[in-house]
């Protein structure tokens, strides 16, 4: 059974710090992982989708790294700022005929201005 | 990227009443639809898969009768909570899949008094 851990489950830091989050999964078999933003009380934004294929994905500040045999994906935020808090979900898309998700439990993002 | 709406965006209701939430794919036809509950401080959990013209498949331990899914089109999904008690209160979401990618509705809140 796919597990899906997101480490740390909240993070603070100053506005203009570069960060890391991390995500990790049990099982390498997977079609692709997404990350996602979710606003307290909102519905998820797809930040970055990686195939199985792809070792990384850029857009704007943000950069995703897939490590698919080690079973990890990094999500790095950029100088961040006041409106990057939120929670960051990691989710990974089993291989097979599915196309369910399996999500973490996400990081709690605070940046202070 | 691709546009999914839900409605209501919240709802109160009675105990014992029943609920009805839309999620609709506005610019994509969509054959799959997931559905998500979410409770505070914790990850989506998948209730549901919804496929066009047939019956959902449910997770473990969600009860079918009790939450009704209906996909009449490419582009509309609803989750009725039926009878509904304060513990179905909750965060309910959905997803429509594009094939390689799902997108995410702004979620439903539902709060049974």
């Known amino acids: 059974k796919q597990e899906v851990t997101q480490i740390p489950a909240a993070l603070s830091v100053p506005e203009g710090e570069n960060l890391v989050l991390n995500c990790s999964f049990t099982d390498s078999a997977i079609y692709n992982l997404q990350w996602f933003r979710q606003d307290p009380g909102k519905g998820l934004t797809s930040l970055l989708l990686i195939q199985s294929s792809q070792r990384e994905q850029t857009s704007g500040r943000l950069n995703a790294s897939l490590d698919k045999s080690s079973g990890r994906s990094t999500l790095y935020i950029a100088a961040s700022q006041p409106g990057d808090s939120a929670t960051y979900l990691c989710?990974?898309?089993?291989?097979?005929?599915?196309?369910?998700?399996?999500f973490g439990k996400g990081t709690k993002l605070t940046v202070n201005p | 990227g691709a546009v999914v709406s839900q409605h209501p965006s919240w709802v109160i209701c009675k105990s014992g009443t029943s609920v009805k939430i839309e999620c609709r794919s506005l610019?994509?036809?969509?054959?799959?639809m997931f559905w998500y509950r979410q409770f505070p401080k914790q990850s989506l959990m998948l209730m549901a898969t919804?496929?066009?013209?047939?019956?959902?498949?449910?997770e473990q331990g969600v009860e079918k009768d009790k939450f009704l899914i209906n996909h009449a089109s490419l582009t509309l999904s609803t989750l009725t909570v039926t009878s509904a008690h304060p513990e179905d209160s909750s965060f309910y979401i959905c997803s429509a899949s594009s094939g390689n990618e799902q997108f995410f509705g702004p979620g439903t809140r539902l709060t049974v008094l």
């Open positions: 610019d994509f036809q969509a054959t799959t």
């Open positions: 919804s496929n066009e013209g047939s019956k959902a498949t449910y």
């Open positions: 989710a990974v898309r089993p291989k097979g005929g599915s196309e369910k998700l399996v």
